[in-house]
């Protein structure tokens, strides 16, 4: 498969739309520094996510209730929920039977910045997690502000973010996916983890990336 480096992959690329999770760099600082693409604003009230055939984003569901996201989210490109990411929470849960989501690495990036549109590439520093198990999957919530954000800058660890802060956030993705009328989802945050966690489970994720997509190459 061609390197990024290829001239022919940098021609491509003046003619068709880079797909967010495949054909996206993670960055030269990942895993302290990542790109991400935003998916979802503070403002939305509809729940958005990136289709993974087409790269397009997509409409998933409108939020039912007055929760609305409190910050940017979106996902780590070239990430992947599989085997690593479950044994991981496994060992550290304690538990047998979680299976990763085969999904791309979910990030929230706090900014004070009011940045007013998705669909974009943002970057993000690593400060923090939340282990979250999404009916017996491994779901979790990688945590980072915008580079660059001086509000922010401060913050080496997720415990330098104010407790009230971080109850918002555990409040919102125990939350988001109740749907009146429709069965419960067990949702549950087993453990709130810092900067050097958070790295490795990014770490695990570009692993499993590469066991799922093997030799996928093309950035």
Not at 103 to 125: A, F, G, H, M
């Amino acid at each position: 498969m061609s390197s990024k480096k290829d001239p022919v992959w940098g021609l491509l690329g003046l003619l068709f739309r880079a797909h967010p999770w495949h054909g996206v760099d993670i960055g030269d600082e990942a895993p302290s520094i990542v790109n991400t693409y935003v998916e979802m604003l503070p403002t939305d009230n509809i729940k958005y996510e990136l289709d993974k055939d087409s790269g397009l984003l997509k409409v998933d569901r409108p939020q039912r209730y007055s929760s609305m996201p409190p910050m940017l989210y979106g996902l780590i490109p070239r990430t992947y929920s599989g085997q690593k990411i479950a044994d991981f929470c496994n060992d550290k849960t304690g538990r047998s039977d979680i299976i990763g989501d085969s999904d791309p690495l979910d990030i929230c990036i706090l900014t004070e910045r009011p940045i007013q549109k998705s669909n974009i590439l943002v970057p993000s520093v690593v400060i923090g997690g939340f282990r979250m198990i999404d009916n017996k999957e491994a779901d979790d919530k990688i945590i980072a502000y915008l580079k660059g954000d001086l509000l922010y800058s401060g913050w080496a660890d997720i415990t330098d973010v104010p407790d009230e802060l971080i109850e918002r956030l555990r409040h919102y993705f125990l939350t988001y996916k109740d749907i009146p009328g429709r069965k419960k989802h067990i949702t549950e945050i087993t453990h709130v983890y810092g900067r050097e966690e958070a790295l490795q489970v990014i770490r695990l994720s570009q692993e499993d990336y590469q066991d799922k997509f093997p030799g996928l190459n093309i950035v």
